[in-house]
């Protein structure tokens, strides 16, 4: 792929950008209902897309790639108007007379590059935000998940002027030739490793970025109430998409004394889902690919489960795999697991817990299963996170008012719902000066006593 191969694309929709075309609320909604249109058109496609890629099921395909971005496309065309109105601004005293607000304006040309894990919805959820903001945009699909980066392209394509918003499938090489070009902001999805090649590239322009990146999100076991409910929930939260998932609890921290328990528990809840042999459930996933089979197994292997453990590379299957007596030390604690691996370890004091949190990189989510209340207001005080879930995993996801997104390795800058609009808009300060007077005393030569231009300062307030 050689460097400005996607020049004369970039160069469309900029001009395109420029025609204004784009900034209308009127324009913007009707994109929207284009998109969702187009995607409903393809909603069987998609579903076989994604079962072509790893056997998603089909509940979780229609819930976390489909219904979840008719919910967004629905919340956005409902509230563009007014979040893409001017807000006014009250004046200090030294701008008596000036009119003062902030300007809701796109950035321009945006790139969403996104991953295979919900190939669908990451791509498209962020999309919406850009649409919203009044941007044109290129999206880059994952080529792991093959199938469903063609299906994207022809939903893309179906909806939208390459102009206005166009479709790149590609891997590495055209990625790397789509970020050689000058976009005006970019949105990417995807492992902190490449986050920073995404990041050192944008510094060459300069462009602003959103990394959505990930991490080991840690799940605390603290209070007995509930703990089947517990149990469920984690589970649930782990193993769904076959724990192929960035917010996915990736270990879970138990009371000592609540351990044994949580695990039964635990062991019933996967039966209940899946059966007694998970590999013919229709509602479990399959590994994307080889090199992720091989690095699952690699995490398993030397450690005790006491679920599942059992896998076929020959179909990508890895069972429900729950792991006990795990070491802090041990290599699945030292990667992020983006499967269906489970480590349980456990601590005796909370302060033990937080410090086992603390003392690690900031995670993208973080989950506490308790109901004191002073346990909770511990971990929101003592810990930091992408984002704090009480007693459920994953489902912060689907808030509409809830910014999602990462801090420090697990990423920068949030999305979702406003927050979306937010991200693909450049708040811009305009200001309008009176004629009315002039003050005159700012002009050199400074010809007042220094003590009044400090009692002026005061006007400022
Ligand atoms: P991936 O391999 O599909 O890569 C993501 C994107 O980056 C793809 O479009 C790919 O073409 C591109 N890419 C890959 N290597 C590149 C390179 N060297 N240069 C330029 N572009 C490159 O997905 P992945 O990275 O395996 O995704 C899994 C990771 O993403 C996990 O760490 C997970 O936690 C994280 N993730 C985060 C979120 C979030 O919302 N924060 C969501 C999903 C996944």
Not at 98 to 119: D, M
Not at 164 to 173: K, L, Q, R
Not at 365 to 373: M, P, Q, R
Request: glycine share 6%.
């Amino acid at each position: 792929m050689k460097t400005g191969a996607y020049g004369d694309l970039i160069n469309r929709q900029r001009k395109y950008f420029r025609t204004g075309a784009t900034l209308s609320v009127d324009y913007r909604r009707a994109q929207l209902k284009a998109l969702r249109a187009s995607l409903m058109k393809h909603e069987g496609d998609v579903i076989d897309a994604v079962y072509g890629d790893f056997k998603k099921p089909k509940v979780e395909a229609y819930t976390s790639e489909i219904g979840i971005i008719y919910a967004d496309i629905d919340n956005a065309a409902r509230n563009v108007k007014r979040w893409a109105r001017p807000r006014p601004v009250v004046n200090p005293p030294v701008h008596i007379y000036t009119k003062s607000e902030v300007r809701p304006e796109p950035y321009g040309t945006a790139l969403i590059i996104s991953p295979w894990n919900y190939p669908v919805q990451l791509l498209l959820s962020p999309l919406v935000g850009a649409i919203a903001a009044g941007n044109t945009a290129v999206v880059k699909p994952s080529e792991i998940s093959a199938r469903t980066s063609s299906v994207i392209n022809t939903i893309i394509t179906d909806a939208f002027d390459p102009a206005y918003v166009a479709c790149v499938e590609g891997g590495v090489d055209e990625t790397r030739a789509l970020l050689d070009e000058p976009f005006d902001y970019i949105l990417y999805t995807g492992s902190t490793a490449v986050g920073r090649i995404i990041m050192e590239a944008a510094a060459k322009h300069p462009t602003p970025v959103t990394l959505e990146l990930g991490g080991k999100s840690p799940c605390i076991v603290e209070d007995e109430a509930k703990l089947a409910q517990t149990a469920r929930r984690i589970v649930w939260g782990k193993f769904f998409n076959a724990g192929q998932t960035c917010i996915a609890p990736d270990y879970v921290l138990a009371r000592r004394d609540l351990k044994d328990e949580l695990l039964v528990h635990m062991e019933a809840a996967v039966g209940e889902f899946y059966g007694d042999d998970p590999k013919q459930s229709p509602h479990y996933a399959r590994i994307i690919s080889d090199r992720h089979v091989d690095r699952l197994v690699s995490l398993i292997e030397g450690e005790r489960a006491a679920v599942g453990g059992v896998f076929d590379k020959q179909s990508r299957y890895i069972a429900p795999t729950i792991l006990d007596d795990v070491s802090p030390e041990s290599k699945v604690m030292a990667e992020e697991i983006f499967g269906p691996v489970l480590p349980v370890l456990s601590y005796d004091t909370l302060t033990d817990a937080v410090e086992f949190v603390t003392e690690r990189p900031r995670p993208l989510a973080l989950y506490f299963f308790g109901t004191d209340k002073q346990k909770i207001e511990r971990i929101v005080r003592e810990t930091s996170s992408g984002g704090l879930l009480i007693n459920d995993t994953i489902i912060q996801i689907t808030h509409p008012r809830l910014p999602f997104g990462g801090v420090g390795p697990s990423g920068m800058g949030a999305y979702h719902g406003k927050a979306s609009f937010d991200t693909f808009t450049h708040y811009r300060s305009v200001m309008r000066q009176t004629n009315l007077f002039d003050l005159t005393l700012r002009y050199p030569p400074y010809r007042f006593p220094f003590w009044f231009y400090r009692q002026v300062m005061k006007l400022f307030r």
